[in-house]
C-alpha cells in the first residue's frame, strides 16, 4: 500500500507572498488571497484547520483499519493460524467536535467560488471514501466474530481485507489532492495574519522543521528497502536535522513570552528532539539488517503527527 501523505497544519511550504501571474496576465488563484482582510483570513484559517484535523483523524484510522486488515490476511494464508483472529480487535473511532459555527461540509465564504466549489466536493468524497472504509471493515469485522472463515476457507476474509487495502489507497490519493489546495490556500491566507505578527519568526522556524522532518521521512519511505544505498545521504538529512533543532530551539523567546506562547514553543522543540531520538534508532537498527521497515516509517510518521499537533497548539 502505498504511505499516506501527512500533512504539515496551514502548509508545508515557508511563506511566500502570492502575486505571481498566469500568462494571461491574471493573478493566480493564490494571488486573489493576498487582497483579502486579516478576518476573512482567520476564517479561511479556521476552516482549512478542520480539514486538517478530519483528514488527520481520519487517516490515522484507516491505517489501523490497514493494519488489521494486512494481519487477517496474514493468518488466513496457508501458513497463518485462524485461532489467532480472535486477538484484531477493531479501532475505536473518535468522532471530531467543532465547538465553532465552521463547518467542514460548509465551505467558508472568504474562500473564492472556485475554492469553496472545490472543497465542497473533495470533502464529500474524502468523507464519502472514509465511510466505504468503515462499511467494509464492519463487514469483516462481522465475520471474524461469526469465525465464518471455517466455512469458507477464508476466502471472503480475504477479498474483504483486499477491498480494504484498495480502498484506502483511494483514501490516501483523494488526500493528497485535497491536502495539496489546502496548504495553498492557508499559506496565502497565513502569510497576511503573519504580516506584523511577533510571532512570525517562531511560526516560520516551527514550519520549516515540519518541511525538513516530512523530506527526510519521504527520503526513507523512498529508499529505506535498500538502506545502504541512502545511508550517506540519510545521515546528513539527520544531522541537518540535528543541527536546525539546537538552533531554533535556542531562539530569543521574549517575543514568544509576550504572547503566552513560549511554553508551547518549548513544547514542539522538545517533540522534535524526541523525532531525532526516534530516528537515531531506526536508523541503526537500518544499517544492521540493510533495510528500514514500514512499522519503523509509520513511527516516524506518528512522531511527526505530535510535532504538527504542537505546532497547532501554538497557532492557537
Known amino acids: ?9 496551514l502548509g508545508t511550504a515557508l511563506l511566500t507572498t502570492f502575486v505571481s501571474c498566469n500568462e494571461t496576465g491574471k493573478k493566480d488563484s493564490n494571488a486573489a488571497y ?23 483523524k481520519n487517516s490515522d484510522y484507516v491505517e ?3 493494519n488489521n ?36 461540509e460548509e465551505p467558508v465564504d472568504a474562500l473564492n467560488k472556485a475554492d469553496q466549489q472545490f472543497f465542497k466536493e473533495k470533502v464529500a468524497s474524502f468523507k464519502g471514501s472514509f465511510d466505504k472504509l468503515k462499511t467494509t471493515y ?18 471472503k476474509g480475504l477479498a474483504l481485507a483486499d477491498s ?3 480502498n484506502a489507497q483511494v483514501f490516501f490519493e483523494q488526500k493528497a489532492v485535497l491536502m495539496k489546495r489546502v496548504s495553498e ?23 520549516a522543521d515540519m518541511q525538513s522532518v516530512r523530506d527526510y521521512i519521504n527520503l526513507l519511505g523512498e529508499g529505506g528497502a535498500d538502506f545502504a544505498k541512502i545511508s550517506d545521504k540519510a545521515q546528513a538529512a539527520y544531522d541537518a536535522l540535528e543541527k ?38 531506526i536508523m541503526r537498527d537500518a544499517r544492521e539488517k540493510g533495510e528500514m521497515t514500514d512499522s519503523q516509517l509509520e513511527s516516524l510518521d506518528s512522531a511527526l503527527d505530535t510535532m504538527i499537533g504542537r505546532y497547532n497548539s501554538f497557532t492557537k
Not at 493576498?34 to 488527520?56: F, H, M, Q
Not at 486488515?69 to 480487535?89: C, K, M, Q
Request: hydrophobic share 40%.
Open 244 to 281: 536546525s533543532q539546537a538552533a531554533h530551539a535556542g531562539i530569543d523567546m521574549a517575543n514568544a513570552a509576550k504572547e503566552s506562547k513560549d511554553g508551547y514553543y518549548k513544547n514542539f522543540y522538545d517533540s522534535f528532539h524526541q523525532f531525532l531520538l526516534t530516528a537515531k534508532r
Open 34 to 56: 493576498e487582497d483579502k482582510s486579516a478576518s476573512s483570513a482567520n476564517d479561511v484559517i479556521e476552516y482549512t484547520n478542520l480539514i486538517v484535523d478530519l483528514s488527520n
Open 164 to 166: 480494504i487495502r484498495n
Open 138 to 155: 464492519a463487514q469483516l469485522d462481522d465475520y471474524l466474530k461469526a469465525q465464518d472463515y471455517k466455512d469458507d476457507k477464508g476466502a
Open 69 to 104: 486488515a494486512d494481519r487477517v490476511t496474514e493468518l488466513l494464508s496457508r501458513n497463518g493460524n485462524p485461532a489467532f483472529l480472535s486477538s484484531i480487535i477493531k479501532p475505536i473511532m473518535i468522532s471530531m467536535i467543532s465547538h465553532g459555527k465552521v463547518k467542514v
Open 185 to 207: 490556500v492557508a499559506d496565502a491566507s497565513e502569510a497576511i495574519i503573519l504580516k506584523d505578527s511577533p510571532i512570525k519568526e517562531y511560526v516560520l522556524a516551527m514550519k
Open 1 to 9: 500500500m502505498k504511505r499516506s501523505v501527512l500533512y504539515l497544519a
Open 64 to 66: 489501523r483499519l490497514v
